[in-house]
Every structure is written in C-alpha cells, then in structure tokens.
C-alpha cells in the first residue's frame, strides 16, 4: 500500500462509486443518484460523507441493513404535504425523490413539505435545499440518525448526530448553505481522523464517567458498544450552551419521527434484539419554500446576497484575514477539488481497492 496521498479526479470517482453500486443490483439511475451525492461531498470539502463513506455502504449493503432496491410507497398526501415509506432502501434515493416532492408542491402552493420513515443514511444534508435553490426556491432538511450523542447532563448516547441544513438562492456566485451537525462533531469525522491516523480533541466525547475520549479507535469500538457519546454543540453542561445543542437535536429527532410515525432515539440502533444487524429505520423532513409566492425572485436573491456581503466586511478580530459565510468555503473548495482530484490518504486507497476487488471490478487500476 502507498504511504502518500494519491488524488483522483472527480468524473472518474463518481463513475466508480455509481459502478459499485450497481454490482450490488441497484438500478443504473439509482446508483447515479448515489455516486452524485457521494462526490458532491468530496467536492464541498465534507470528506466525512464522500467516497470515504464507500465501504460504509458496502458494509451494510451486505448485511441487508440498506436494501439494494428502492420502493418508496406514498402513505399520506396534501397539496402541500406527504408522508413516505422508504422500505429500507437506499437514503440518497429516497432523499432525491422526497425533496423532488416537495419541491413540486412548492411550485405549485408555494410550501411542499415532506416527511420520510424508515430510510437509510443519506449522504450530507446539504444536497437536498441546493436543489430547491437551483429551483429560485429556499429548502431545509432534517434528519435523524443512529444513537450516538448524548443529552446535556447525560453521557448515554440516545440521539442522533441530527443535522440540520438550509440552503437560499444569492446574487452571488454561490448560494447560502448551511449544513451542520447538532453535536460538536459527527462519527463521519472520527472515521476520518482514524483513516489519517490522528486524535481526536479532547472536549468531543465523553465516556460513561463522563472523561474525555481522544483516540479514534476507542471511540469507534467505544460507540459500537453505547460507551462514548459525543456532546451536543456547546459541550458538557450549560455553561457554554450545550443545551442548545441539545435542544436543536431534540428539534430534529421530533421532525423526523414525529410526522411519520417513524423510529427514534435507541430504535436507530440497526440492531436487531438478537443482536444481529438490523433496518435503522431512519426518519427525514424536507421542506421547500417557493420564494415567489413572498417576493420577486431577484430582490430576494438581492436582498439576500447584501445580508452575506455586510457580514463579511464587518470587523474582523485581531490576525484574522477574512470572515466567511456559509456556503462560501465550500464554493471555493469545489473549484480546487475540481481542479487537482479528491485527495484520499492510504487508509482510503486502501479502501477502494478493498471494494473495487471484492465487487470484481477489474476495469478500474488505480495509481496506488
């Protein structure tokens, strides 16, 4: 295995990911799906959900915890609202065609908004509101997810990393985007710093004495057993505002279960009470709203985009060069990604050609 990082261009990672896939079974236009939200990952910078996360899905495609086949069924609907079945299939699918949904009534009533059960993980959050912006719309996205924070003043982990992305079109370059986690890092980032072989900082995780964990891979074994949890935003206690980290994260596990008689909390756990791998049942909101139906498009945009531009020409705090605004890195870290490849360390090289050869998926050589 090499020792150097190695950098592979964007067109070909995607056709690779879309191509494992498919060796699963997964219908051509689904495995698209799925290798363009994995790759829009790598090209905004979010190394923690790109094609780092592929032997993720191959892990649980093979377990049978994410169906290789997507049905999604219809079990309510509104002019403005539906509730949908994901039958355990694959999320980036489930999460394209419920923000598509939603996105289709707010063209019409100028609100769509979707309720998701029973999914899968479903790549960055992120994704969903940028396809109601590139529609002159304004899109929001919640979902939950397995159990691994814990609530302030607790340290068992009950909710999930629960993150909460919002997106609005600008009359900049790039739109406004928000996406985050509710806890102050998300396992995604764990499993990156365990690939690159670095600790963790201490004040992330705790333990069930409520000590901080720093090695990777501790606090992945740790977590498997339900002995580590991350800290919501603001970290232990109230002092720093970890209650509002908390209180957020409550927000979304309520959005994401609650309109869709859907799972939460410790029945995300993927496991069945045999202690043999299970459906993670994970629940998803999407909301669209239809700038149009508030204000002409352009001021909205305008309006927008002058908020933005104030904000980073205000005063910035000693040696510091810039303030950003959300969406701004990531616009700039698409442009050098597509540019010089997706950077992937040995533990990822590793990786792809771990599933590129079990999935006999010799056409593809690798650099490394």
């Given amino acids: ?48 959900h790109g094609v780092g996360r592929l032997r993720y899905y191959y892990d649980r495609l093979i377990t049978g915890q994410h169906n290789v086949h997507t049905q999604i069924d219809t079990i309510r609907e509104s002019p403005t609202t539906a509730v949908l079945d994901g039958n355990h299939g694959l999320g980036m699918v489930i999460g394209k065609y419920a923000m598509n949904l939603a996105i289709e009534k707010a063209r019409t009533y100028g609100l769509g908004a979707v309720a998701v059960r029973n999914s899968t993980h479903f790549g960055i959050a992120g ?84 000590n ?37 994260a409550s927000i979304v596990e309520i959005l994401s279960a609650s309109f869709q008689t859907g799972a939460f909390l410790l029945q995300l756990s993927g496991v069945n009470p045999d202690g043999s791998p299970g459906h993670f049942k994970v629940g998803h909101f999407f909301m669209a709203l239809n700038v149009e139906s508030f204000v002409d498009l352009e ?21 510091q060069e810039r303030i950003f605004t959300a969406g701004e890195k990531e616009y700039e870290k698409s442009l050098q990604v597509r540019k010089d490849g997706v950077e992937l360390n040995p533990n990822l090289q590793k990786d792809l050609k771990f599933v590129r050869d079990k999935l006999g998926l010799t056409q593809y050589e690798f650099p490394f």
């Fill in 299 to 319: 001021t909205f945009k305008h309006t927008t985009g002058s908020i933005l531009r104030e904000l980073r020409a205000s005063r910035k705090a000693p040696g």
């Fill in 127 to 210: 994704y969903y509101p940028s396809m109601a912006v590139a529609e002159g719309m304004v899109g929001l996205t919640f979902t939950n997810a397995r159990p691994s924070v814990s609530p302030t003043f607790g340290t068992m982990p009950m909710m999930g990393t629960n993150p909460i992305a919002f997106g609005a079109p600008t009359d900049e370059l790039f739109p406004f985007l928000f996406d985050a986690a509710t806890p102050i890092v998300q396992r995604g980032l764990i499993e990156r710093l365990m690939r690159a072989e670095k600790p963790a900082q201490e004040g992330w995780l705790v333990d069930p004495q409520n």
């Fill in 1 to 48: 295995m090499s020792d150097q990082n190695a950098y592979l261009p964007v067109d070909f990672l995607q056709a690779f990911v879309k191509d494992c896939f498919i060796a699963f079974g997964t219908a051509p236009d689904d495995a698209q799906i799925c290798a363009e939200v994995l790759l829009e990952s790598d090209l905004r910078g979010i190394e923690s």
């Fill in 212 to 248: 901080y964990l720093t090695d990777p891979p501790q606090i992945i074994a740790a977590l498997t057993k339900g002995e580590a949890a991350f800290l919501p935003l603001g970290g232990i206690g109230e002092d720093l505002g970890g209650h509002k980290g908390y209180g957020l």
